[in-house]
Structure formats: C-alpha cells, structure tokens
C-alpha cells in the first residue's frame, strides 16, 4: 500500500483513516524539507522546544549559558543543565478545498491529492506524539480544528476534510481574495509560537493574504507550502483538438501549436517562479506535488 494513491474525483472518510498506517516507500522520507527543488538550501527551522532534564559536572564544549550558577558556588565545581527535547509538539494542517482545487486531467483531482496529503501529514504528526489541529477552507467557509494529541482529534478534522471534498461541485464560483484573507487571519491568531504548518493548496491565485500570512506565521513557527498541481497545468496535451469546460463556458483549441505549447509552459513556469519567490522572500519551505504520482516521488516533505 506504500505507494498506492487515491483516486478519483472525491474522497471519503474511510481512504483518509486508512493513512495512518501508510508508510513511505522512500529513503528520504526523514529529510527535511528544503526551500527549493534544485539547488537546494535549507530555511531556518524551528526545532522543538527544551524541557529541563538534569544538573551535571560541566564538561569542555558545553554552552557556557547553561552552567548553573547556584550549584556551582555550593560544590565548587562547573555544573551545568542538561536539557531534553520536548515529546510534543503543535502540528497544524491548513488544507484548500475550494474550487481552483476541483481540477484534474490524470488518475485523480487536486482537491483529492489536497486531502491525501494533508491526513497523511497529520497521521505523520501524530506518530511522532504531536498534537494535530488543522483549517479546511471550503469554498464558502472554513474549519478550525485546534491541536491535540489523540486519534479522536485527528479523525474529526478528516471527518470534515471529507465532507469539504465531496462538497465541491462543478460550476461552482470560486471564492474571493477576501474568503482566504479571512480565514488565514483566524489562522495566525491560533498559531503563536513554535507550529509546525503545512499549507496543502495550489496556491491560485498567489495574491497578498498568502503573502501576508507566510510572513507573519514563518517568524515564530516552521511553515511549510505544498504546491499541488495537475500536469495538464504544466504542459498541453499531446497534438490533436480539445474540448475544455469550467461548468459555465467551453472551449475548442489544437494542442499541436508549438508557439501556443511554448507560451503555455512559460506560464506555468512564471507562476512557479512567484511562489518560488514568495516562499524564499518569506522563510518559508516548499516541495512541489504532482496529482498523479505517489507521494514517496516527493522526497523531503515530511
């Protein structure tokens, strides 16, 4: 089951329970995630928070700021703290399933990778004694889910990512600018200090409250962008004529264009470069996904 996916154009309540048993078929499942696909440079991170653990004879190499003083004068000896990381730590989910998600040309939609990767995640926070919360931003509202550490928690928040999903329709209007400035606001007042945030979304379009949020959230937590994507939005079909509908509108084209498949990709590419962009200017991390290949294709994510 490593490297199976969902597919389809919706998903239920029962394929998001059954990841919590999944494992990645990869090496490199325990990478950290890094800013860029090529070249790649590490962000700054932020790791778990210390508890105090124990006070011992200092020893050469320690960090002088942890020598405890009042112990040191009574026994005449350097003695310093020892620190343990903590167990647990705040993991929060932040999944798109609005309408710009409700696409795809191969094996399943966006919105169905979207809800994948996001119980995926939070299974995988959840293995690692975090406490899980999340948001689901529907197309008329969104779902905050506040963190805790127990599978009940954790079924609930993909109980309405599942309802969220099969909630999209086609023909639906996408929600303004506005829908997500709201929700990414309540977000970064849940969100304090030392998260860890997965943002899953397509991130379309890439305006100001993204910006904003990634910003404001990556100064005090580890942030995280997921990009989704469909590979009919990277490169044209092979030549021949197509039909394309949004549920409102169709339209007929011929995919054998070579200035058309050119100007096409360099789209793509362009937009790829302002979220490459924006994520760098931010601090935030980022790993690209496509829809139609298994997630253990996409090293260092977790």
């Avoid at 950290?32 to 105090?52: I, P």
């Avoid at 899980?132 to 599978?151: A, D, E, Q, T």
């Avoid at 470069?273 to 139609?292: G, S």
Wanted: a positive charge.
């Amino acid at each position: 089951m490593s490297d199976q996916i969902i597919q389809g154009a919706r998903v239920d309540l029962t394929d998001l329970l059954s990841l919590r048993y999944r494992r990645l078929n990869t090496s490199t499942q325990s990478v950290r995630v890094m800013g860029t696909q090529a070249g790649s440079r590490l962000s700054k991170l932020r790791g778990r928070g210390l508890d105090f653990s124990e006070v011992r004879v200092y020893q050469p190499g320690d960090d002088v700021r942890t020598i405890d003083w009042r112990v040191t004068a009574r026994k005449n000896i350097p003695h310093t703290k020892v620190f343990r990381e903590e167990r647990e730590r705040l993991t929060l989910v932040v999944v798109d399933q609005t309408q710009s998600m409700f696409f795809g040309s191969k094996v399943r939609l966006k919105s169905v990778a979207a809800a994948e990767i996001a119980a995926f995640s939070a299974w995988q926070a959840f293995h690692h004694n975090d406490r899980v919360g999340g948001m689901i931003i529907g197309n008329h509202s969104h779902i905050i889910h506040k963190p805790y550490r127990n599978v009940k928690s954790v079924a609930r928040f993909l109980g309405d990512l599942a309802q969220a999903n099969q909630a999209l329709v086609r023909g639906d209007d996408h929600p303004p600018a506005t829908h997500f400035a709201d929700a990414l606001l309540q977000l970064r007042r849940l969100a304090h200090n030392n998260y860890r945030i997965y943002f899953i979304s397509d991130f379309h379009p890439l305006g100001d409250h993204w910006r904003e949020a990634f910003r404001s959230l990556s100064q005090r937590n580890e942030v995280i962008a997921l990009r989704v994507y469909d590979p009919l939005e990277a490169d044209l079909p092979p030549a021949d004529s197509y039909t394309v509908t949004d549920g409102h509108q169709r339209w007929q084209f011929h995919a054998g264009n070579n200035r058309l498949r050119t100007h096409y990709h360099a789209r793509f590419e362009h937009d790829l470069d302002q979220f490459r962009k924006t994520c760098e200017e931010t601090a935030v991390n980022y790993r690209l996904i496509p829809t139609h290949e298994p997630l253990s294709t996409v090293p260092g994510w977790l």
